[in-house]
Structure formats: C-alpha cells, structure tokens
C-alpha cells in the first residue's frame, strides 16, 4: 500500500465532529469554569459539558468494538484530541482522562468483568473513569530491583481485597462529588505473598462508587484538592483509601501482571501527549498570526513584514507540522508495525518528548512574537503556556521515565533502530 497523507473519510469525519464539539460546548467552558475561585469548584462547573461529550459519543468512542464500544484507531483519537486540545485543554483533559482510566479495562479485561463496564457504553449520565496509578513522592522508579515499590497495599483476607494507600495526580479520581468516580483502576502491590520483585507484586483493583458506598465513610477520602498552574477545571487530588474492602471479583491484574498493563497504558497516552500538544502550539500560532496581521506596534506596516516575526512563526508553524506528522505516525505504528512491540513502542515516547518539549518553546515563541501585550490575562498565551509546561512533565515525565525508557530500549542488544519504519532487519 503506498503511503498516503490523506485522511481516510473515517479520519476527517472525526475531524469535523470534533471540530464541531470544540466549537459548540467547548468554546465558552472557560467563561464558565472561571466564575469560581477554587479550583475544584472549576471542575464542577463543567459537569454539563462532559454530560454533553457522554451523549455525543465521546465516552462510548474511547472503549473499542470488542467490549461494546465504538472506539476506532488510535490514529483517529490523535486527531481527536488535537482539535479539542487547540479550543479548550482542561475540559477536554476530564474527558479524555476517563478513556486513559478505562485502557486497563480495554488491555485486560475478562468476560466477568463487563458489569465494570457497562456505566461507560450507555450513552448516559457523567460517568468517570480514572487510572490511579501515581503516588506522593512519585512512582518513577517503582520497579527498580530492590525498591520498596508502591506505598499502596492490597492484602487479600478471605474472600475480599483491604485496600490502602496514598494516591495524588490522578485525574476524576475523586468523581463530581469527591466522594469517588465510577470506576478507579487502582494500581497497587498485594502484601501477601511478600516477594523482593516489584514486578511480582503489582495488581490492578476495580474501584467503583459503589464499592465505596459500602464501605465506613472514611474508606475513602480526598486529602486535598490540588490547584494547577494549567488545566485549571480539572480533578487531580490526593486521595487515601483506608481498609476500603472490595470483593474478590474486583481483581483486574492479578500480582505479576499488571505492570506491562501499566505500561500499555501509558505507552498509548504517549502518542495522545503527542496530540495534545500540536493542539497547543496550534492554538499559539494561530492567535500570534492573527496578531502579526493586525498589529503594527505603530509602525509603517503590519508587524509580519518584519523578518524576525517571520521567523519565529514559521518556526512555530513548521514544528506544529513535524510534530503532528510524528503523532500520527507514532499512532499507526503502535497498533500496526513494522517491527516488534519495542521498535512500534519507540516512536510513542519519541511523540511524548519531542511534541511536548516543541511545545513549550512554541508558545515561548509566540509570546515573543507579541511581546508585552501577551502578558495580559485577556490574551490566550499566559493559559497556553500554563497548560504547556505539564506536557513534558506529567503522564510519565520526559526526564524521569520517558527518556529513560528509550534508553532501555537503546540498550537492549536486540535494539533495531529504524525496526519502526523499515521493518526488522535481514
């Protein structure tokens, strides 16, 4: 088959949708979301948005065929999350947060597990999802050989799971209420048997409202509400779970197999940080462009006649196109090759790196182009650049597990460097 730049009608009709999406109910959730003080407040308001991407298809679009659902390529959901990224990042992150808290559900799940799912597929209500997976004090080096591994404990008594442990940075961890989502994939480490691996000992749990309700009210509980620089109508708490009890049945990775669940997970999130931050510097450009045409800092001419304004637009403009045809690469390769899981894998961290590093520097780039007046708050680029500088350093930083991560794969004997275009070589 040659290669083809083209979207398929598949691909540009979920272009147009979510162009549709961002430009209908995403388009004034700023206006909305910012009439509250406190964070967590922000995240509330926006409720009736996500109840409007549920009944859109946006939930029911992140859990594939297999399981019900109507979910399509990961190449589709790239171009997904670029549009909506590009109108509205925070309102779009809740949304896009319940698809990451279901791939544990979509990699892993087992007929007896459906019941989990079901809240999801219905088309109804604002059901959240969330992958609670990272710790206070961090996780980037839980599985390191002789580490203590993950502070929260599952221990098995009888025929239920004791649950407990401190979680933070998850987002829709905490529900619309804080008083718990839908579902929570918790990923914890069984205290029985012990074992000196923190491979052996990783598990996923499934966390529902439910669960939670029959347990004591301090089963479950938000320590504290974070506030961000970005993503400001967003819900990342620290959480703690304290003897919450759950059946036996909630076990979705037994002890030994979770981690490369984990992995998986984050490894699609990859190429979606990919995404995200074309929408960004996309948004950047646009708003620097328009200002370069219409502005002459009282000039003879507007301020794009200037080579040095020419210059840093062009800049950003052509790092947006590298950075998308990257993602989009990245997004095909992950489900359908060349090379084997490791070379498809390389090219989803390349796609975290590099797009999302791009990224700071191209919204640095279009303040420079408008100077001073990007500093106001009515401007876009204070909250461009805010929701920028977590792109490198959150689902999974750069430095400390991305970047790590192909150095592991460049260690390996067996590395094929270009395994992901080529194939393996003869």
Not at 32 to 57: C, L, W
Not at 280 to 287: S, W
Not at 378 to 385: G, V
Request: contains cysteine.
């Amino acid at each position: 088959m040659p290669i083809d730049f083209h979207l398929s009608p598949a691909e540009e009709g979920i272009r147009k949708a979510a162009a549709g999406f961002a430009a209908g109910p995403l388009k004034d959730a700023k206006k909305t979301y910012m009439k509250y003080q406190e964070h967590s407040e922000r995240f509330q308001s926006t409720k009736p948005i996500y109840s409007q991407a549920v009944a859109g298809g946006l939930i029911k679009g992140q859990i594939p065929p297999h399981l019900g659902g109507a979910g399509g390529t990961l190449t589709e959901a790239a171009i997904l999350v670029e549009e909506m990224y590009a109108v509205e990042p925070a309102a779009s992150l809740t949304i896009f947060s319940t698809g990451l808290g279901l791939i544990p559900m979509n990699l892993a799940s087992k007929p007896e597990h459906k019941e989990f799912i079901g809240p999801f597929l219905s088309g109804q209500g604002e059901p959240l999802a969330s992958l609670v997976f990272s710790e206070p004090g961090g996780v980037a080096n839980f599985l390191e050989k002789g580490a203590p591994g993950l502070g929260t404990t599952a221990t098995l008594e009888g025929d239920e799971w004791v649950l407990n442990g401190d979680k933070i940075w998850a987002t829709n961890s905490a529900g619309w209420d804080f008083k718990g989502p839908d579902l929570s994939c918790v990923v914890c480490r069984t205290t029985n048997p012990a074992t000196d691996e923190a491979a052996d000992a990783v598990m996923i749990l499934l966390v529902t409202r439910a669960d939670i309700e029959r347990n004591t009210p301090d089963a479950f509980k938000v320590v504290r509400h974070i506030s961000t620089a970005g993503h400001t109508a967003c819900s990342g708490p620290h959480i703690r779970y304290t003897n919450l009890r759950l059946p036996s049945k909630n076990l979705l990775c037994p002890p030994g197999t979770a981690a490369p669940i984990v992995s998986a997970a984050f490894d699609m999130t990859a190429v979606l940080v990919g995404a995200m931050s074309v929408g960004v510097m996309r948004a950047a450009f646009d708003a620097a462009l328009a200002f370069a045409k219409g502005d002459n800092r009282r000039g003879a001419s507007e301020l794009l006649t200037r080579q040095a304004v020419a210059d840093l637009l062009s800049g950003i403009k052509m790092q947006a196109e590298a950075c998308r045809a990257l993602t989009w690469k990245a997004a095909h390769s992950l489900q359908n090759g060349p090379g084997d899981y490791n070379a498809r894998r390389e090219l989803a961290l390349a796609a975290k790196i590099y797009c999302s590093d791009a990224c700071t520097k191209a919204v640095t780039d279009a303040i420079n182009v408008v100077g001073i007046t990007a500093y106001d708050a009515d401007q876009p680029f204070a909250d461009l650049l805010n929701t920028a500088m977590v792109l490198p350093i959150f689902d999974g930083g750069n430095v400390g597990i991305r970047r790590r991560h192909m150095q592991e794969l460049m260690l390996s004997k067996d590395y094929d460097p270009w395994a992901s275009t080529y194939g393996p070589t003869e």
